[in-house]
């Protein structure tokens, strides 16, 4: 059985090149994964900036660029927002309760946002379903 995969291009420039060129991988796809499923395989497969002429650069369609580190920081925050939520639903907390209690509090000055496409409120709403739809079917929330 062949596991499905994603195509992804990715432009690279090195200092000296007299051109960028272009790059093809084939990623694993899989049904199963969440969010943070895919950054910790970003940073298994990220050159840290301190082994290797600037390490790996990750250019999100939306957002600024990162390095390895940001994509840690990143994936270490949905993890403890993650958890924190999960310990609040545990203690019979509505939604409301949760928003009010600012789960995001410390991080909502780099990733937080009161208007736009996607808020911080949106964002704590998504992860309160998702944990409170994991805890009833039995399954650890991702």
Same mark, same amino acid.
């Given at each position: 059985? *062949?596991?499905?995969?994603?195509?992804?291009?990715?432009?690279?420039?090195?200092?000296?090149?007299?051109?960028?060129? *272009?790059?093809?991988?084939? =990623?694993?796809?899989?049904?199963? #994964?969440?969010?943070?499923?895919?950054?910790?395989?970003?940073?298994?497969?990220?050159?840290?900036?301190? #082994?290797?002429?600037?390490?790996?650069?990750?250019?999100?369609?939306?957002?600024?660029?990162?390095?390895?580190?940001? =994509?840690?920081?990143?994936?270490?925050?949905?993890?403890?927002?993650?958890?924190?939520?999960?310990?609040?639903?545990?203690?019979?907390?509505?939604?409301?309760?949760?928003?009010?209690?600012?789960?995001?509090?410390?991080?909502?000055?780099?990733?937080?946002?009161?208007?736009?496409?996607?808020? *911080?409120?949106?964002?704590?709403?998504?992860?309160?379903?998702?944990?409170?739809?994991?805890?009833?079917?039995?399954?650890?929330?991702?």
């Amino acid at each position: 059985m *062949t596991e499905e995969t994603i195509k992804l291009e990715v432009t690279r420039y090195q200092p000296g090149d007299r051109e960028p060129r *272009t790059e093809s991988f084939s =990623v694993p796809y899989r049904k199963d #994964w969440v969010v943070l499923d895919a950054l910790n395989h970003i940073i298994e497969i990220a050159i840290p900036k301190d #082994w290797q002429d600037g390490g790996t650069l990750v250019i999100p369609a939306q957002g600024r660029i990162a390095d390895e580190s940001d =994509v840690v920081e990143y994936r270490d925050m949905l993890t403890i927002v993650r958890d924190r939520i999960a310990a609040m639903i545990k203690k019979g907390m509505t939604l409301e309760q949760v928003q009010a209690a600012k789960p995001t509090y410390e991080y909502d000055g780099r990733y937080g946002m009161d208007s736009g496409p996607w808020t *911080t409120r949106m964002f704590v709403g998504a992860v309160y379903e998702d944990v409170r739809r994991a805890s009833l079917s039995g399954s650890p929330a991702k």
